[in-house]
Nanobody, 113 residues
Framework: QVQLVESGGGLVQTGGALRLSCVAS????????MAWYRQAPGKQRELVAN??????KYIDSVEGRFVISRDNAKNALYLQLNDLKPEDTGVYYC????????WGQGTQGTVSS
């Protein structure tokens, strides 16, 4: 079983930045596919970025502004959010793909206009 704990959310103004962290614990051997999702108020949870092996993908709306990275030595996944916009507001979740299929509790990121 894998446990994920996110941190780093907060309140920033438009154009600001946040750095989200996700630390994994438990049976984490072989985790090769992880992702960041977000859920805006009243909307469905959506994929923001994922890292599968060395392959990285972003949704169009964050391409060029967000950077996903990982530190295997620390069992950590990161998401650097730059040039934030109000539409980036939401709860950000860390996720490991099956077979682990774990979710963190989420961290709130709020961007004021």
């Amino acid at each position: 079983q894998v446990q994920l704990v996110e941190s780093g959310g907060g309140l920033v103004q438009t154009g600001g930045a946040l750095r989200l962290s996700c630390v994994a614990s438990g049976n984490i051997d072989g985790i090769d596919a992880m992702a960041w999702y977000r859920q805006a108020p009243g909307k469905q949870r959506e994929l923001v970025a994922n890292m599968i092996g060395n392959n990285i993908k972003y949704i169009d709306s964050v391409e060029g502004r967000f950077v996903i990275s990982r530190d295997n030595a620390k069992n950590a996944l990161y998401l650097q959010l730059n040039d934030l916009k109000p539409e980036d507001t939401g709860v950000y979740y860390c996720h490991t793909y099956p077979p682990y299929n774990a979710w963190g509790q989420g961290t709130q990121g709020t961007v004021s206009s």
